[in-house]
């Protein structure tokens, strides 16, 4: 249960490097990101933005893992 957020943090950390290829090969397209409502784009994430959030998001869980692993090994 304490290495998740590790796993999980490197996995973001690698989805957000290799965003474009995996929904390339997966055949989705940068418009997944955007809420669409009748063929109009309500909002829309630029790829970029979203591969900052996951990096970032990933990077944190890498540290709340890390320091939970921490933890632990002091016990």
């Given at each position: 249960?304490?290495?998740?957020?590790?796993?999980?943090?490197?996995?973001?950390?690698?989805?957000s490097?290799?965003?474009?290829?995996?929904?390339?090969?997966?055949?989705?397209?940068?418009?997944?990101?955007?809420?669409?409502?009748?063929?109009?784009?309500?909002?829309?994430?630029?790829?970029?933005?979203?591969?900052?959030?996951?990096?970032?998001?990933?990077?944190?869980?890498?540290?709340?893992?890390?320091?939970?692993?921490?933890?632990?090994?002091?016990?």
């Open positions: 249960m304490n290495n998740s957020f590790v796993i999980w943090g490197t996995v973001l950390l690698i989805l490097l290799f965003l474009h290829p995996l929904l390339a090969i997966v055949g989705l397209d940068e418009s997944l990101f955007g809420l669409h409502l009748q063929g109009e784009t309500l909002f829309s994430l630029s790829p970029f933005l979203v591969r900052i959030i996951l990096a970032v998001i990933g990077i944190i869980m890498l540290i709340i893992g890390g320091m939970q692993v921490a933890k632990q090994k002091n016990k």
